[in-house]
């Protein structure tokens, strides 16, 4: 059944650790203000309680409960459901969390971090549960920040009955350009995380600098079922989002399971020409100066050396944010998408998110219309367009092994810790 449900991204301004006591009666203001403008669900960011830059020293287990009792108070008085990060005491250790708190001020349940990104891995233990979370509004599927980054976890959350997506989030940037402030989810993944599971999508962020090491993006965000944006936060200034999105009509986009032959690396560098055409005439080839020409008709491709390091696919399989895993840790390096979606823009977008999240080259071929090709980077390194009907780029199957994307950040090992079997 179809329902709306008002939901706020608080978007909050940095503070250090040492002083959340000073600025937590800050936050239960805007708190407040957003539960005035009438929203149902309010998400704050991760590691709101007490911060997000952590540190060695102890964390009191009585201000974390007096933040709880604060926020259950809050629930209470408004009927808003809240979710917001914070450290979590267990006998494991701490846990980078979010709580969501009911709307009746109980304490619903919370997540734990799976994917820890960092100098999260100092201070925390990885999260080994993904569930959605039931409330008095329906099923939550909460992640935080990182596990943004790692497509299974989603789609589990999805597939085990959330009926949207909730990321309390603190989404940094490397500052290279101060103007526009850069990150790979709040830029791309978000967007595609909504389309690909077919659901809502809040997040909601920092602005401003922590501890003078850490600068966070802001561009909280709502996102409808269709990837499309309704809200997005500024870079730089603390804001309340509001919008309504639609619950109850996920359409997750799934493909069957597949159980790839593990594959042979590629060693060598290779020069691959791309064309939209069925074929490459023989003095185009030449000029493109290419080992291999990866055309629209399969038949006509050239062999590449090694074929066991080369899957082609089609749409269902690479819409499926689990499609392509089985491929990634089969070892495989380069992807072929022959695909007849027409929307440019959402194959852009999902070619480059598959590449990013599984550190893979991948080309798409759309045919008689365009071909481009994505490093694991997420870069569109070449691509045809209007008269040019051929292009070319070096397959570099070494960057493919390049999987820690952080210190102490293991895309494979985030990949292996969520097999699709699990969902």
């Known amino acids: 059944m179809l329902r709306s449900l008002r939901v706020a991204a608080v978007q909050l301004e940095a503070h250090d650790r040492d002083a959340f006591e000073l600025r937590w009666p800050h936050i239960c203001t805007r708190i407040h203000e957003a539960a005035l403008r009438g929203a149902q669900l309010i998400v ?153 599971n077919g659901v809502p999508f809040v997040a909601a962020n920092k602005v401003g600098v922590e501890r003078a090491c850490v600068a966070y993006c802001g561009k ?28 109850g009509d996920a359409r997750p986009l799934r493909a069957p399971s597949l159980k790839p032959k593990p594959s042979r690396a590629f060693t060598r560098d290779l020069r691959i020409a791309i064309t939209p055409d069925g074929e490459l005439p023989a003095p185009l080839k030449d000029v493109a100066g290419a080992d291999h020409v990866v055309t629209a008709d399969p038949l006509a491709d050239d062999r590449l050396s090694d074929a066991a390091a080369v899957a082609a696919v089609e749409d269902d399989l690479i819409q499926d944010p689990g499609g392509l895993v089985p491929y990634r840790l089969a070892g495989y390096q380069l992807i072929v998408w022959r695909t007849d979606l027409n929307d440019r823009e959402w194959l852009r977008a999902l070619a480059r998110a598959r590449a990013i999240e599984l550190r893979l080259f991948i080309i798409v071929v759309c045919k008689f219309e365009f071909a481009f090709a994505v490093d694991p980077d997420g870069t569109v390194v070449c691509g045809t367009f209007d008269g040019l009907r051929v292009a070319a780029f070096v397959f570099s199957p070494q960057r493919t092994t390049h999987t820690i994307v952080a210190p102490w950040t293991d895309i494979l090992e985030g990949l292996q810790r969520v097999p699709l079997e699990y969902s």
């Open 44 to 196: 704050l960011p991760e590691g709101t309680v007490p911060a997000y830059v952590l540190g060695h020293e102890p964390v009191a287990s009585e201000l974390l409960q007096a933040a709880l009792d604060d926020v259950q108070s809050l629930a209470r008085s408004h009927g808003a459901i809240i979710v917001y990060g914070t450290v979590r005491l267990s006998a494991q250790g701490l846990h980078n969390s979010a709580y969501v708190v009911d709307a009746n001020g109980s304490l619903a349940g919370y997540a734990d971090k799976c994917f820890l990104w960092h100098f999260d891995r100092q201070w925390f233990s990885a999260g080994s549960t993904i569930a959605p979370i039931d409330t008095s509004l329906g099923k939550l599927g909460v992640l935080i920040c990182a596990d943004g980054r790692i497509p299974t976890i989603g789609r589990a959350l999805v597939d085990r009955g959330a009926e949207m997506l909730v990321m309390p989030t603190a989404w940094v940037t490397s500052g290279r350009n101060p103007h526009e402030l850069e990150n790979v989810q709040a830029d791309l993944l978000a967007a595609v995380r909504a389309r690909e």
């Open 220 to 247: 909280s965000q709502i996102l409808g079922a269709n990837g499309m944006p309704l809200a997005k936060a500024t870079q730089h200034d603390a804001q309340t989002l509001i919008e309504d999105v639609t619950l």
